[in-house]
């Protein structure tokens, strides 16, 4: 499990698995979960942490960054090129079997 927290734009992540992000999906305001291919949670993205009583400053941080592209969850275009690489490395596999 690795914790960011990004003081610049006030997003607490959470992640909790080191996988490839298949979909993003918003469970509450201010909070989205990554999930993978195999519907595993795969992190926890809070914004607005601190507007939302989170004590992010004293929270057991590891990692600490600077800028919001490092947490930003990917567009649908890159989620449709990661799950086209999945489905062609399965593909792949499944031909060399």
Known sequence: MNVTYN????????????????TTR??????????GADGKVIGI????ACKTGI?????NVEQVVETATDLRPPTDE????QRAEVRKANRQAQATT
Do not use: F, K, T, W
Request: proline content about 3%; overall charge negative; aromatic content about 6%.
């Open 7 to 22: 003081h610049g734009i006030d997003i607490l992540y959470i992640q909790l698995h080191d996988e490839s992000v298949y």
């Open 26 to 35: 918003e469970i509450a305001p201010n909070c989205m979960v990554d999930i």
């Open 45 to 48: 993205e809070i914004s607005d």
């Open 55 to 59: 004590d992010a400053l004293n929270v």
């Open 78 to 81: 890159e989620a449709r090129a």
